[in-house]
T-cell receptor, first 115, second 114 residues
Framework: AQKVTQAQTEISVVEKEDVTLDCVYE???????LFWYKQPPSGELVFLIR??????QNEISGRYSWNFQKSTSSFNFTITASQVVDSAVYFC????????????FGDGTTLTVKP | DAGVTQSPTHLIKTRGQHVTLRCSPI?????VSWYQQVLGQGPQFIFQ???????GRGNFPDRFSARQFPNYSSELNVNALLLGDSALYLC?????????????FGPGTRLLVL
């Protein structure tokens, strides 16, 4: 069985600060995929980034970056120079093989960015 | 292009009733998944359908059922509603291409059971 833990329930920052959201996962599968989604108050989950278990290279995409470490089963997500519009609930998710349609989600981290 | 659409957006039912939720995937997407999101928690996988066949089922009672139609739209049915079924029900579609799929979510249906 898979499990995703997001230990941070709520985070509050001031605009322009950098913020890192933590995610720890558990799976016995050797092939898996990790995702980050954003859920604004409207409720619709928005896909942000994904990473597969074979590629630990960390990347930057605009203001988003992620740090994937298999040794610690962590997949942390960083927003650089946060903006008020980044305020939302952020979910980390795990899927095995290539089937993202059966993802296991963490319970989310509520990010509040204050002006 | 239209995204994933769900109907209705909100629904109020009483205990013991039955409910049907509907989902239309993104054009060209053949896989539809359903998730239940209770307030304050992450989405929990309920069902996945691909090409009208059930591809997976989460840990939900038999009161929950679903189906997929030839046009790839899908229905989620819940019988004998309980108060605990109150949640946001999310539908997601994806296009299996032999590689990693990406799910695209609809806005959800907010179900309140009284």
């Amino acid at each position: 069985a898979q499990k995703v833990t997001q230990a941070q329930t709520e985070i509050s920052v001031v605009e322009k600060e950098d913020v890192t959201l933590d995610c720890v996962y558990e799976t016995r599968d050797t092939t898996y995929y990790l995702f980050w989604y954003k859920q604004p108050p409207s409720g619709e989950l928005v896909f942000l980034i994904r990473r597969n278990s074979f590629d630990e290279q960390n990347e930057i995409s605009g203001r988003y970056s992620w740090n994937f470490q298999k040794s610690t089963s962590s997949f942390n997500f960083t927003i650089t120079a946060s903006q008020v519009v980044d305020s939302a609930v952020y979910f980390c998710a795990l899927s095995v093989n290539t089937n993202a349609g059966k993802s296991t989600f963490g319970d989310g981290t509520t990010l509040t960015v204050k002006p | 292009d239209a995204g994933v659409t769900q109907s209705p957006t909100h629904l109020i039912k009483t205990r013991g009733q039955h409910v049907t939720l509907r989902c239309s995937p993104i054009s060209g997407h053949k896989s539809v998944s359903w998730y239940q999101q209770v307030l304050g928690q992450g989405p929990q996988f309920i069902f996945q359908y691909y090409e009208k066949e059930e591809r997976g089922r989460g840990n939900f009672p038999d009161r929950f059922s679903a189906r997929q139609f030839p046009n790839y739209s899908s229905e989620l049915n819940v019988n004998a509603l309980l108060l605990g079924d109150s949640a946001l029900y999310l539908c997601a579609s994806s296009f299996p291409s032999g590689g990693l799929e990406t799910q695209y979510f609809g806005p959800g249906t907010r179900l309140l059971v009284l």
